[in-house]
Nanobody, 125 residues
Framework: QVQLVESGGGLVQAGGSLSLSCAAS????????MGWFRQAPGKEREFVAG????????WYADSVQGRFTISRDNAKNTVSLQMDSLKPEDVAVYYC??????????????????WGQGTQVTVSS
């Protein structure tokens, strides 16, 4: 069982930046692919970014490519999402997630096995 706790959400003006962090329990953190998803009101949960077990490989949704950066620190059991040039359309609850699949590049929510409770990101125009 893996427990995930997100932090760092908040309110920011359009064009601003926020950094999200996700702390994971368990001594096998480095064995998992990690991802960030988001869900806006009335919309389905969507993939944002993913990172391989070692952190060498990352992948992003087209909508955030070049603006968001995912990273991880396996020594600290954390994964982060640096969000720059935020837009009003980035408003959502952001979730970190763990996949036990030994592949990278996965983007579907049903390929991730454990989820955090989410943190709200609000962008004012």
């Amino acid at each position: 069982q893996v427990q995930l706790v997100e932090s760092g959400g908040g309110l920011v003006q359009a064009g601003g930046s926020l950094s999200l962090s996700c702390a994971a329990s368990g001594h096998t953190f480095g064995s998992y692919v990690m991802g960030w998803f988001r869900q806006a009101p009335g919309k389905e949960r969507e993939f944002v970014a993913g990172i391989s077990r070692t952190g060498v490989s990352t992948w992003y949704a087209d909508s955030v490519q070049g603006r968001f950066t995912i990273s991880r620190d396996n020594a600290k059991n954390t994964v982060s999402l640096q969000m720059d040039s935020l837009k009003p359309e980035d408003v959502a609850v952001y979730y970190c997630a763990v996949s036990t699949r030994i592949v990278y590049g996965i983007r579907r929510a049903n390929e991730y096995d454990y989820w955090g409770q989410g943190t709200q990101v609000t962008v004012s125009s």
